[in-house]
Antibody
């Protein structure tokens, strides 16, 4: 059974940093691209960043480029998101998401339960 | 990258069929067959219902079907049931090697 367990969410002041982690199990982690997808309160889904199975291909949405960094450790089956220079508009539930393919992000077939990040002074 | 365009809401009575549209451009929906649909109940994580335009994951009811014409993809739910009431999102692979979601559609079962 595929399981994705996020951690690291919480409250932070504008300009601060936070690191999210996702522990994956139930599948061969290195064989699949992974993404972070967020959902602001009462709003829709927004793709944030993705990484290929090998970790060699990394893409991010324009809204977080230069501030957020996605990474993975295939030896530990973990996916991380380092978030710097946080803004109020980054407040959202962040989902760890497994893709159906290896090399790029095409379709999320499994989602974690989400972790809430609140940016407020 | 702009979000794909979905109607804000649709509704239908039990047993009826409804269709939700998802409009993009030739750089996303129209250019690739990586369109997916997700169902999200309140307070829950999304669930994949359709991938690659027409394919259903194992365990998803065959009442859910997908299609595409040009830059617009569609999700059809037939034999509407009370438990289908949820938010539905489409997504598409984009030429820039990224992913884009639609704004979401709230389905109300009357």
């Amino acid at each position: 059974e595929v399981q994705l367990l996020e951690s690291g969410g919480g409250s932070v002041q504008p300009g601060g940093s936070l690191r999210l982690s996702c522990a994956a199990s139930g599948f061969t982690f290195s064989n699949y691209a992974m993404s972070w997808v967020r959902q602001a309160p009462g709003k829709g889904l927004e793709w944030v960043s993705g990484i290929s199975g090998s970790g060699g291909n990394i893409l991010s949405a324009d809204s977080v480029k230069g501030r957020f960094t996605i990474s993975r450790d295939n030896s530990k089956n973990t996916l991380d998101l380092q978030m710097n220079s946080l803004r109020a508009e980054d407040t959202a539930v962040y989902y760890c998401a497994k893709d159906r393919t290896t090399s790029t992000v095409t379709s999320v077939d499994y989602w974690g339960q989400g972790t809430l990040v609140t940016v407020s002074s | 990258q702009s979000a794909l365009t979905q109607p804000a809401s649709v509704s239908g009575s039990p047993g009826q069929s409804i269709t939700i549209s998802c409009t993009g451009t030739s750089s996303d929906v129209g250019g690739y067959n990586h369109v997916s649909w997700y169902q999200q109940h309140p307070g829950k994580a999304p669930k994949l219902m359709i991938y690659d335009v027409t394919n259903r994951p194992s365990g998803v009811s065959n009442r859910f079907s997908g299609s595409k014409s040009g830059n617009t993809a569609s999700l059809t739910i037939s034999g509407l049931q009370a438990e289908d009431e949820a938010d539905y999102y489409c997504s598409s692979y984009v030429i820039s090697d990224t992913l884009v979601f639609g704004g979401g559609t709230r389905l109300t079962v009357l």
